[in-house]
């Protein structure tokens, strides 16, 4: 993690683990080091705790958090947020914008030139 010391006692948080944001064994980069293969055992077995599915429900069912926006404005009006899309959520969708037909979608579905 980028900044563990920025972000650490939230990550605890989101993980159902505060007490780890105090603990001495992690306290700043040094220690944290020091100690990766704890933590990292201890993130594998919270990590392994909950399936992809609670985790994505708990996201997606409105914890909130911040994003940032794009700086890009083209109408004078700042660009909604919200969460990335899923694995292949527009799959069908885009090459439809596109133009191309169904049969020629699932024709490169088939191919693996697509998901």
């Not at 306290?27 to 080091?33: I, S, T």
């Not at 990292?40 to 990590?47: G, K, S």
């Not at 660009?79 to 969708?93: L, M, V, W, Y």
């Amino acid at each position: 993690m980028l900044q563990a010391a920025r972000y650490r006692a939230d990550l605890c948080q989101q993980i159902d683990r505060p007490e780890l944001a105090r603990d001495p064994r992690f306290d700043g980069a040094e220690k944290l080091a020091a100690n990766a293969s704890e933590a990292v055992a201890i993130l594998r077995d919270v990590f392994a705790a909950r399936t992809l599915a609670e985790r994505t429900a708990r996201t997606r069912e409105g914890t909130a958090f911040e994003l940032v926006a794009s700086p890009v404005q083209f109408d004078e009006r700042p660009t909604p947020t919200s969460r990335a899309p899923e694995f292949n959520e527009h799959g069908d969708e885009i090459p439809r914008e596109l133009g191309l037909d169904p049969e020629r979608i699932l024709e490169l579905k088939a191919s693996g030139a697509v998901a």
